[in-house]
């Protein structure tokens, strides 16, 4: 007879990872049940022909606090981006960037593509009071779809649409700026408060370095069929029993789990090219200031040159779809994007994310309690805000939950 357990975590995602090491720190015996081979869920790097393939582009920024508060910058060497974006507009490739870091980038704040003195001044204090209001204050704001609050600051012109966004759409996933105005304002944020990264081994590293640290709590290949209150049915006929249950599933699989109403995803899809020769040096995204259909393209090796084994250039560029746009149509709008021929750059993966993030309509609140009844928890970017941050915080606090008993 073994003691049982204290909690089970269903998915080893970074919600469910960091619910397990709360846990565990709190002394208390956990099993995390894993559906798939390895640690990550949605965030995980694939080794393919020497290159470092993420599955789908994605960064981490220094401003999470969970990823302090996990002292994960310290332990992974990361690489980081400029802090901005080059804006393509017909001919020219703007660099606008913060010029605290990136001096060069204040000639296109002024003379790029960012709209009259008066709208530049009006993007300027949005970003200043997205950095730098206190948080209470920002929480306090009322919530609503983010265009909402771009057209009543007078931002809906070029500042919108050659900037704000094409670049959110890359973060959030979709275009139309319906997400969360109190969401978006935070992604701002930590964007002008900490520094862009990604682990020079792969954004995969992160979860891998927190399943390390669990040890053998946690098995894979162990997909949970059924849940309930102190108890998991694995598929294959095992019930495993414990005080808690926490689900930190994805979010489709965890709402059928839970019987709770599926958020709807957005999708994306990365195409990684291999290079000879990086189209520009800075570790910069290009951004597309005339609303075509590739989101953002950025060369990963200029920040990371571990993503390549053989000094290539790797690019990552990707659509906010299911599918691959069509070779032909994709080296077109990389062609005109990055200003010089793509056609012979060499196709390494394309990486289809059909349910990437977990929409964040304006109006949603940006946290949902995490004990669903006695002994049944749940944990993901959906009770939260869609992002690592937001998947690592809920997971910390329903591992909270579980330890106040509430
Ligand atoms: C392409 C892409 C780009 C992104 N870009 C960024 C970014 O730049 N910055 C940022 O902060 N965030 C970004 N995110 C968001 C971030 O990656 C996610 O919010 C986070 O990884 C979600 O973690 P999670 O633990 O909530 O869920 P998941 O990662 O979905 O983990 C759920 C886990 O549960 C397992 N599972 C599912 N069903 C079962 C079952 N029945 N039994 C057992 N196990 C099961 C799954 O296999 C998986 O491992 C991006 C996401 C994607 C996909």
Avoid: C, K
Avoid at 41 to 46: N, V
Avoid at 51 to 78: I, S
Avoid at 82 to 94: I, M, N, P, V
Avoid at 285 to 296: F, H, K, Q, R, W
């Amino acid at each position: 007879m073994t003691d049982p357990l204290d909690a089970i975590v269903v998915g080893a995602g970074l919600a469910g990872l960091a619910a397990a090491t709360r846990l565990v720190d709190a002394g208390r015996s956990v099993l995390v049940l894993e559906a798939s081979d390895a640690p990550g869920g949605r965030m995980r790097s694939d080794r393919v022909d020497g290159f470092t393939v993420d599955r789908g582009f994605q960064v981490l920024n220094t401003a999470y606090p969970e990823l302090r508060r996990l002292g994960v910058l310290e332990a992974l060497p990361m690489r980081t981006f400029d802090s901005g974006a080059y804006l393509r507009a017909g001919d020219d490739l703007h660099l606008v960037a913060d010029p605290r870091r990136v001096p060069a980038g204040v000639t296109g704040l002024v003379r790029g593509p960012l709209g009259s003195p008066l709208e530049r001044a009006r993007l300027g204090a949005l970003v200043a009071a997205a950095a730098y209001a206190p948080a209470g204050v920002l929480r306090r704001r009322r919530d609503e779809p983010f265009r909402d609050l771009l057209q009543r600051h007078g931002l809906a012109g070029a500042p919108t649409e050659h900037f704000l966004r094409p670049f959110l759409s890359g973060v959030l996933l979709e275009d139309r700026l319906t997400t969360s105005s109190r969401f978006a304002v935070a992604v701002l944020r930590t964007f002008v408060r900490g520094d862009v990264v990604v682990p020079d081994g792969g954004m995969g590293s992160l979860p891998a370095l927190l399943a390390d640290r669990l040890g053998d709590r946690v098995r894979y290949g162990a997909r949970v069929a059924a849940v309930r209150p102190g108890a998991v049915d694995v598929e294959g006929g095992t019930t495993l029993r414990a005080g808690a249950v926490v689900v930190a599933a994805d979010p489709r699989t965890a709402a059928a789990l839970l019987d709770l109403p599926a958020p709807a995803m957005h999708a994306v899809t990365t195409t990684w090219h291999a290079a000879d020769r990086a189209p520009v040096d800075r570790p910069l995204l290009v951004l597309d200031t005339e609303g075509g259909p590739i989101v953002n393209s950025v060369v990963m090796t200029n920040a990371a040159p571990g993503y390549a084994a053989d000094g290539r250039a790797l690019i990552a560029s990707s659509t906010l779809s299911a599918e691959p746009l069509p070779d032909a149509v994709l080296t077109r709008h990389l062609d005109r994007l990055w200003g010089v021929p793509t056609a012979g750059w060499q196709q390494v993966a394309v990486t289809r994310v059909p349910h990437a993030l977990p929409a964040l309509p304006g109006g949603s609140p940006l946290r949902r309690p995490e004990r669903l009844t006695a002994g049944l928890y749940v944990a993901g970017d959906h009770r939260a805000t869609p992002s690592s941050q937001g998947a690592l915080a809920s997971g910390r606090r329903a591992a909270e939950s579980v330890l106040a008993g509430r």
